[in-house]
């Protein structure tokens, strides 16, 4: 079954500390939880979207949090938790489900709410989280691929609008950014200087320069590159007694071109539109940082008093 959200995972996770009857960690939690719904190893492998922490384990320890600022577990050491007399009147109850909406009832949730209310502005009558199967950390790396997504959009909109040269120059600088090519100077001399049909440039692989790479850089708008083209690419290295070509383009290749490109002797690396942007993104360029966000979280060595 896919990953729970936060809140299914609430009264699952308050019953199996209550039935611990002692101290529990998160770890143990996840690993319980995982068989009482039944995850695959795929499911326990699904990553948030940054790579920094399995989605689950971030829900499992999302929900944990909630009902610590409602009273119902509280917090014995780092990663450890216990279940407390609130939480077990609450089982005694029979909830059917425990989320957001019910939290409400404890005063201790509703000041945490309203606090995170008064800190971004807004009012916590919102009802976001109750709607949202996302954790905070989902939401905010969420929101953050939706303006990279937005930014990379932006920019194959204007590498397509950009003229064949400035697109060449682009190319040279982001392939010096991700290490190649030693300096600026050197690889965009390589440019369109190699007088050889289907090569646009030339550029070093490393900054000793032991070897080379050839260049073919096609900023077509809405046609997309095929085999035909890639092929012609592959003769040209041929002909150098080249092994490696970089192929990009703003618009795509078509399959076949892909299979072209991983059958040939050769080898070429084809990047579309897409994956060229992503680059550019991760490289800084033609794009710059306007704001930074930095997400903290307790120093638990600061605290550690040596007990």
């Given at each position: 079954m896919a990953v729970p959200d936060y809140q299914s995972v609430m009264l699952p996770l308050l019953r199996f500390t209550a039935a611990r009857g002692g101290e529990v960690s998160t770890a143990e939690a996840v690993e319980a939880l995982?068989?009482?719904?039944?995850?695959?190893?795929d499911d326990l492998r699904e990553m948030l979207p940054s790579g920094i922490q399995p989605r689950f384990f971030n829900r499992v320890g999302w929900a944990a949090t909630y009902m610590k600022k409602a009273g119902l577990l509280e917090a014995t050491r780092r990663g450890h938790f216990?279940?407390?007399?609130?939480?077990?009147?609450?089982?005694?109850?029979?909830?059917?489900?425990?989320?957001?909406?019910?939290?409400?009832q404890y005063p201790e949730f509703l000041e945490f709410q309203q606090l995170k209310g008064?800190?971004?502005?807004k009012s916590s009558s919102e009802g976001s989280d109750d709607a949202s199967t996302g954790t905070p950390s989902e939401r905010l790396e969420a929101a953050y691929q939706d303006l990279g997504d937005a930014l990379a959009d932006e920019l194959l909109a204007k590498l397509k609008g950009s003229s064949a040269a400035f697109f060449e120059r682009l190319v040279v600088d982001l392939l010096v950014k991700m290490g190649y090519g030693g300096s600026r100077a050197d690889a965009g001399r390589a440019v369109g200087r190699s007088g050889d049909r289907g090569i646009d440039g030339i550029i070093k692989e490393d900054r000793l320069g032991l070897d080379a790479v050839y260049i073919q850089a096609k900023r077509w708008a809405d046609n997309p590159v095929a085999s035909s083209d890639v092929m012609q690419f592959a003769g040209a290295l041929q002909r150098r007694k080249a092994d490696k070509g970089v192929f990009i383009t703003a618009s795509t290749f078509t399959k076949d071109a892909q299979k072209c490109a991983d059958e040939m002797g050769s080898k070429i690396v084809l990047i579309d539109g897409e994956q060229l942007t992503d680059l550019m993104?991760?490289?800084?360029?033609?794009?710059?940082?306007?704001?930074?966000?930095?997400?903290?979280?307790?120093?638990?060595?600061?605290?550690?008093?040596g007990e």
């Open positions: 995982a068989k009482e719904f039944r995850l695959t190893d216990r279940i407390t007399p609130r939480g077990e009147d609450l089982l005694k109850k029979r909830p059917p489900a425990i989320n957001v909406k019910l939290l409400q008064t800190r971004r502005g993104i991760e490289h800084d360029v033609g794009v710059s940082t306007v704001a930074l966000y930095p997400v903290k979280r307790i120093d638990a060595d600061y605290f550690d008093e």
